[in-house]
């Protein structure tokens, strides 16, 4: 199993969702949220919700921490920002200091930190659940016109 695929918490999962009322989950293959002790929301986008239209949903994206493609994430969340209804990006606070965080991300979404480090629910065949980054959310919403 890749080092990437780790569970969201189901108590931060929930907290957000009662927020943002979740319709889909295009990360669902590395991140496989549980939702009502079930498995992940909308995973329909099958192995790559970056090529997908997120148009009308309400989008929970937890993307692999690796930073493998971690960009590629964030500039779909700017793309889709105003297709989707609300789009929540889960992501290291070590990425906001780059280029693409001060491009596609402070103009135009909320940040919320996170307090301590998050420790992710480990997936089949994984023994350790620890993180050694702090979180952030953010969490990009339509634009009324």
């Known amino acids: 199993m890749l080092k990437d695929e780790w569970g969201t ?4 999962f929930i907290d957000l969702d009662k927020e943002f009322n979740f319709t889909l989950d295009p990360c669902g293959i590395h991140n496989r949220v549980l939702k009502d ?45 105003d297709n989707a209804h609300s789009i929540v990006l889960l992501i290291p606070a070590t990425k906001t200091g780059t280029n693409y965080f001060h491009q596609y991300i402070i103009p135009y979404a909320d940040i ?11 997936l089949a ?18 634009v009324k016109q």
């Open 9 to 12: 918490p189901l108590d931060i």
């Open 37 to 81: 002790g079930l498995n992940t929301l909308d995973t329909r986008l099958g192995m790559n919700g970056l090529t997908h239209n997120w148009k009308g949903q309400s989008v929970f994206v937890n993307p692999p921490y690796s930073g493998k493609n971690i960009q590629e994430w964030i500039e779909k969340c700017y793309a889709e920002k």
């Open 112 to 122: 919320r930190f996170v307090k301590g480090r998050i420790n992710f629910v480990p």
């Open 125 to 142: 065949g994984q023994n350790d659940n620890s993180n050694p980054l702090y979180s952030i959310i953010c969490i990009f919403r339509k």
